[in-house]
């Protein structure tokens, strides 16, 4: 079992990497093209057209851009401040990994669970890189956590929270979010058997 101050500090290592991250050029194709879309919007303070040059973009919902643009808002036109919602997006990605961890098979496999998902090369990249996959991943993993949480213990709070982050996340991609949340979620109550859960008025608030 690793020690907390390992543990810690191993943690602390990996922010590292992140933060400095925030400050490489962002690269070519999606990140500059989202980016710069997000900048139009603070720049024309329109926030309801999207557009990939002259063209109207109708391939992702709004929440991506959204967020870079309130970042833009707070912070200025920066690189850096493009990549913050993607990052933070990750973090709590990791804390619902620990959570959903915690929950299922007790605390140490939830801080395993955080570190081997911040470690993953292509979630590195991803905060690097970044595209509408961070927000996208953050909120499905947090849906799933709260989702996983009322079904085993009956929590308000959880249904309402999971319900939130599948909205969010599905404002951010479409209809693949649904189905990144739903199949795990489908495939713990056929393991746990508990499809009771769906016969209450929580799903109704949800």
């Not at 943690?11 to 933060?19: G, H, S, T």
């Not at 401040?81 to 619902?96: E, H």
């Not at 949480?149 to 319900?163: D, F, N, Q, T, V």
């Amino acid at each position: 079992m690793i020690s907390n101050l390992r543990y810690w500090f191993l943690i602390a290592l990996i922010f590292m990497v992140y933060v400095a991250g925030m400050f490489v050029t962002l690269f070519e194709n999606d990140s500059a093209q989202f980016s710069v879309m997000a900048m139009r919007m603070v720049q024309e303070n329109d926030f309801f057209s999207l557009f990939k040059g002259p063209e109207e973009y109708l391939d992702k919902p709004h929440m991506h851009y959204w967020l870079a643009a309130l970042s833009y808002k707070i912070f200025g036109l920066h690189d850096w401040a493009y990549r913050i919602p993607g990052i933070l997006a990750t973090l709590l990605a990791a804390y619902s990994c620990y959570g959903l961890g915690n929950l299922l098979y007790g605390k140490h496999v939830g801080k395993l669970s955080a570190l081997i998902f911040m470690t993953a090369q292509t979630i590195v990249l991803g905060a690097i890189d970044l595209r509408t996959d961070a927000v996208l991943t953050g909120f499905s993993i947090l849906a799933i956590w709260q989702l996983t949480e009322y079904i085993e213990k009956g929590s308000l709070k959880g249904i309402i929270i999971g319900a939130f982050a599948a909205g969010i996340a599905f404002s951010t991609k479409g209809q693949i979010s649904l189905l990144v949340i739903g199949l795990p979620i489908l495939c713990h109550l056929l393991y746990k058997g508990k499809w009771k859960v769906f016969l209450s008025w929580k799903v109704l608030v949800a």
